[in-house]
């Protein structure tokens, strides 16, 4: 069972594997080729395979500290395609987390236009009835008058709902899609 989750989490996330599993691969390839390049060279100062390690890993990482670096023309090679290959890396997992943050972005700008569009046609649907309503505004009776002044009222909402902007009264909890001097209901302001 957890065999299967590591298993779909690392399939949902291979694009980020894939680039931690070459760091480990850079840094125990590097570090072993110039500890062999150099171990035994005597004005050599990475002599030990833990020296080596260490050496890659801040190599890589392009702190380089200074405190070990290789002498050898070959140990150097092998240092600039550490550095480089550190370098190609961090690069790769920058651009997928910035891939990811658009996608995200994009997936949430489209729903938001989605039910814009939605409530924007609902909007309109309801101005053209009113339109029409108005227009026969002089053969209205006093309960038509009032079902238009609703119909307005709830073509105000949605539009207004559509935009996201609310307050709520602290004492009686009627929410205004503008902000109000005070209250309607209880007179808070």
Not at 32 to 57: C, M, Q
Not at 69 to 93: C, E, K, N, Q
Not at 164 to 170: D, E, G, M, V
Request: charged fraction near 25%.
């Amino acid at each position: 069972m957890r065999s299967n989750r590591l298993q779909a989490y690392l399939k949902a996330n291979i694009d980020f594997v894939i680039p931690i599993a070459l760091v480990f691969v850079v840094i125990f390839l590097g570090g072993f080729a110039v500890y062999l390049v150099e171990h035994n060279r005597p004005d050599a100062n990475i002599t030990k395979l833990g020296d080596a390690f260490w050496w890659s890993v801040i190599t890589i990482t392009t702190v380089g500290y200074g405190d070990y670096t290789p002498v050898t023309p070959i140990g150097r090679v092998v240092a600039v395609l550490v550095m480089f290959s550190g370098i190609g890396i961090v690069v790769s997992l920058v651009t997928l987390l910035s891939q990811r943050r658009l996608q995200r972005t994009e997936s949430m700008l489209k729903v938001m236009l989605k039910t814009e569009v939605r409530s924007k046609s609902l909007g309109d649907e309801t101005k053209i009835a009113i339109k029409d309503e108005i227009d026969e505004i002089g053969k209205m009776t006093e309960e038509d008058f009032d079902r238009l002044i609703i119909k307005i009222k709830g073509l105000r909402r949605t539009v207004l709902e559509g935009t996201k902007t609310s307050h709520k009264c602290s004492r009686c909890g009627k929410i205004y899609y503008s902000k109000p001097k005070f209250c309607s209901d209880c007179g808070l302001t």
